[in-house]
């Protein structure tokens, strides 16, 4: 199932011109899939890149959200000490350092594979602190949109309120 995540293989073809081909490749695969995938291949094990972040200067930082759901998949896909371009050690309570409402998708499809595996028991404990917060995150910033809502559509009201309330004190 497609998810919102500002790209979608059925509207990507509409951004096409005659001199330009947006295509979806892969799309049908999680991330566990992909890193099963990538697996196979000595050189991109050597070679992968998910990091944005470069924090001092390196190549895979190891404790960005990308890099931590990254090495985590690749733990699931048991290659993680084949990949030379992440640091060695993941720290599983990294996992949740860095942890937002858009990562339960990850967050989701790693638990479930791990826990499919029945390997590394510390890790999806951590991976399910990891989602509990993703989940907390996400219901606070829901609760606080809706607040943002009511206050708009009844804003002045409520300061009358608030401000009647205070001077009556």
């Not at 999680?30 to 390196?58: F, M």
């Not at 949740?96 to 890790?123: C, K, W």
Request: contains cysteine.
């Amino acid at each position: 199932t497609a998810v919102p995540w500002g790209s979608h293989p059925l509207l990507d073809p509409l951004w096409s011109t005659s001199s330009l081909a947006f295509i979806h490749d892969g799309c049908e695969v999680g991330r566990v899939g992909k890193a099963h995938r990538i697996a196979t291949s000595e050189v991109a094990l050597q070679h992968l890149r998910v990091c944005y972040e470069n924090r001092g200067g390196l190549y895979n930082c190891g404790v960005c959200r990308k890099c931590t759901h990254t090495m985590v998949s690749l733990v699931i896909a048991d290659c993680r000490s084949r990949c030379g371009t992440f640091p060695q050690h993941l720290a599983p309570r990294t996992l949740r350092q860095h942890v937002y409402g858009s990562d339960l998708i990850f967050l989701t499809d790693n638990m479930q594979a791990l826990a499919a595996q029945g390997r590394h028991p510390e890790l999806l404990y951590e991976l399910r602190r990891a989602h509990a917060l993703a989940q907390l995150r996400l219901a606070i910033r829901n609760f606080r949109l809706a607040l943002r809502t009511v206050w708009r559509e009844t804003g002045e009201t409520l300061q009358a309120w608030y401000r009647k309330g205070r001077t009556a004190r």
